[in-house]
């Protein structure tokens, strides 16, 4: 068909099953190849989705010679800076995974080909597609609470280790911080409308990764299990972060904004040792205002819905593709996200403070 939207998808592994699957369900929207490393895991992959037509690849390099539209990369974190720009100079359109890069000189160049090659590169926070995340973002931006100056975020797993390619330094490139933390710190920065970071100091550990009591794969674990750091913003702003896939507590407490004339609370939905990860809906909203021994606290709404944000987040890419407009979730605006990750794993290294230069791009 004419009209049909074609696919390429780099990296046969759980999240790539969720894209394929939201772009199966939609309208006009073809998959033509799978490529996988592994050998015979894309072929696989095409079988177990009974995916039509779409061929398997070993090589990415490969499936981008075929006829298409846009390519969702799917990789571990250390292949998605070599396979979006690859995508990129391939003439496609890229759904990155998040985080978007390991560091922030790859992010840099990733975003700086995509505006050289005119194709977009949107990274994969479906977070932003909850009402509620949505409802936040206009609270911070209305205005109500004054000027912002400092952000507390960070959920923390009490017991949530992945395993795997996620845990390998050579693979992940970095642990909790760049996988769940990263939605912490895109719940701050697109509420507080992306301001740039200028110093990171920073405190990782992995005490529980290294542990045989509490990771059967301990001897391969090589990444951070905890974060924290203290980043200071432009504009006034402090935000203070932290982050844990595993931990001796219940939770590492609700997200806070404080305003000059008012204050928000989030809490994060569910419960368990999974919990407590922004990417899992929002439990509660309030808003505080202390005045003249006038105390108010007002629990906002919370909207009920039944979005799925990850087929959100595909079809937001296809429809963006249809119908030429720019990146749902640009990479430039990510690029802060990524200077932060990347500040707080080289403070963390040297024990120190570090300043973060971002170029103009
Ligand atoms: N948005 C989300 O909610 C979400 C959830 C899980 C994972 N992720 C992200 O998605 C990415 C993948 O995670 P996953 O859980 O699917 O991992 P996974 O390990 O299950 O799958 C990754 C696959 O990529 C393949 N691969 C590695 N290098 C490749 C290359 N150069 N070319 C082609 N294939 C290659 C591996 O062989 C593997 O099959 C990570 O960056 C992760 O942070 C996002």
């Known amino acids: 068909m004419e009209n049909t939207i074609k696919i390429g998808i780099i990296g046969s592994g759980r999240i790539a099953a969720n894209h394929a699957k939201a772009y199966m369900n939609m309208k006009d929207v073809e998959i033509v190849g799978i490529a996988d490393t592994i050998p015979n895991k894309a072929q696989h992959f095409i079988d177990e989705l009974e995916i039509k037509n779409a061929q398997p690849f070993e090589d990415h390099n490969d499936l981008l010679q075929l006829d298409m539209d846009g390519i969702s990369v799917c990789t571990p974190n250390f292949a998605h800076h070599k396979t979006s720009i690859d995508a990129l100079k391939a003439g496609k359109h890229v759904l990155v995974e998040k985080p978007l890069a390991v560091t922030l000189e790859q992010g840099i160049e990733m975003s700086q080909i995509a505006k050289e090659t005119g ?25 109500q609470l004054g000027d912002v100056y400092y952000v507390e975020v960070g959920g923390g797993r009490r017991r949530g280790m992945p395993g795997g390619t996620f845990i390998n330094k050579e693979f ?5 911080t760049g996988d769940i933390g990263t939605y912490s710190l895109d719940l701050a920065l697109n509420a507080l ?8 100091s920073a405190y990782t550990s992995n005490h529980f990764g290294t542990n045989p009591l509490y990771h059967p794969e301990s001897d391969k674990f090589e990444v951070e299990d905890f974060g924290a750091a203290m ?16 931990m001796h507590m219940d939770t590492l407490g609700p997200a806070i904004f404080l305003g000059k004339d008012a204050g928000l609370k989030l809490t994060p939905a569910g419960s368990g040792p999974w919990s407590g990860v922004w990417d899992g809906g929002i439990a509660a909203i309030s808003m505080f205002h202390d005045c003249e021994e006038r105390y108010e606290e007002v629990n ?10 990850f087929a959100a987040k595909i079809e937001d890419f296809v429809h963006a593709m249809k119908e030429s407009k720019p ?22 290294k040297l024990n120190r403070e570090v300043e973060i230069h971002l170029p103009a791009f």
């Open 193 to 200: 409308g992306h301001p740039k970071p200028l110093t990171v």
């Open 327 to 348: 990146a749902p979730i640009p990479a430039d605006e990510i690029i802060i996200n990524q200077a932060i990750i990347d500040g707080i794993a080289r403070s963390s």
């Open 172 to 176: 992940a490139g970095v642990g909790a």
């Open 231 to 246: 980043i200071r913003l432009e504009g006034g702003i402090v935000l203070n972060f932290k982050i844990s896939w595993a």
């Open 300 to 309: 906002l709404p919370i909207e009920k819905h039944d979005i799925n944000i």
């Open 119 to 143: 194709k977009m590169l949107s990274v994969g926070y479906q977070p932003r597609y909850d009402p509620n995340m949505k409802k936040i973002v206009s609270i911070v931006q209305s205005g």
